[in-house]
């Protein structure tokens, strides 16, 4: 099946920097989201992307489909934005009844006051 | 933003006793999933309904799990006699035809004693 690698597995950041995390996939994709696991264990869902650029807030995500890599950047980090990022990406067709996010084993992000 | 649904938020069961998640997915969604995250790993990918079946499961949804979708809004994850390395979290998403990503619920943390 495909593989999701994410790095670095770790991030400790002081609140206020800037940080790139990167997701690698060994296919092609039809659907790539990134999700936020917050202190409660719920993911959140930051971006649909399969490919292009988005934004949204101080997050934005680029997914550059030919070369299998996809960056969420967080810009002025704050406490609330620690947690565990998840890559998760679906090499089908989205009406394939075989169509399943496989998930990386995500990011760990600590931001410091 | 539609939701999709998970009860109970936590549960805690005896080991060999049976339990049933519940999950209401977004009403007009057609594709339907189970997911599990025991602590502290990467999410893994169960089971995918669609269209009153299971399209496919996984190696760890054995004889002991089962999924239903006895009614228009409830989807079902029931364990028939539940082991001590049941304890996860398991997450029920739902995915539309026009595949604008998966919506995640909340997850229903279960506890085996």
């Known amino acids: 099946g495909i593989q999701v690698e994410q790095s670095p597995p770790d991030l400790i950041l002081q609140e206020g920097a800037n940080s790139t995390l990167r997701c690698n996939f060994s296919d092609s994709v039809n659907n790539l989201q990134w999700f936020h696991q917050n202190p409660w264990g719920q993911l959140i869902n930051l971006f649909y992307i399969p490919s292009g650029t988005k934004q949204n807030g101080r997050l934005s995500a680029t997914t550059v489909a030919t070369e299998r890599y996809s960056l969420l950047y967080i810009s002025s980090s704050q406490t609330t934005d620690s947690g565990v990022y998840f890559c998760?990406?679906?090499?089908?067709?989205?009406?394939?009844?075989?169509?399943?996010?496989?998930f990386g084993k995500g990011i760990t992000l600590s931001v410091r006051p | 933003e539609p939701e999709v649904t998970q009860t109970p938020s936590h549960q805690v069961t005896q080991m060999g006793q049976e339990v049933i998640l519940r999950c209401v997915p977004i009403?007009?969604?057609?594709?339907f999933y189970w997911y599990r995250q025991i602590l502290g790993q990467k999410v893994e990918f169960l089971v995918s309904?669609?269209?009153?079946?299971?399209?496919?499961k996984s190696e760890i949804f054995d004889d002991q799990f089962s999924v239903e979708r006895p009614d228009g809004s409830n989807f079902t994850l029931k364990i028939r006699s539940t082991k001590l390395e049941d304890s996860a979290m398991y997450f029920c998403?739902?995915?539309?035809?026009?595949?604008?990503?998966?919506?995640f619920g909340s997850g229903t943390r279960l506890t085996v004693v």
């Open positions: 998403a739902s995915r539309d035809r026009a595949g604008y990503g998966y919506t």
């Open positions: 998760a990406v679906d090499p089908f067709p989205y009406t394939g009844a075989n169509s399943k996010l496989t």
């Open positions: 309904f669609y269209n009153n079946e299971i399209s496919e």
């Open positions: 009403s007009n969604h057609l594709y």
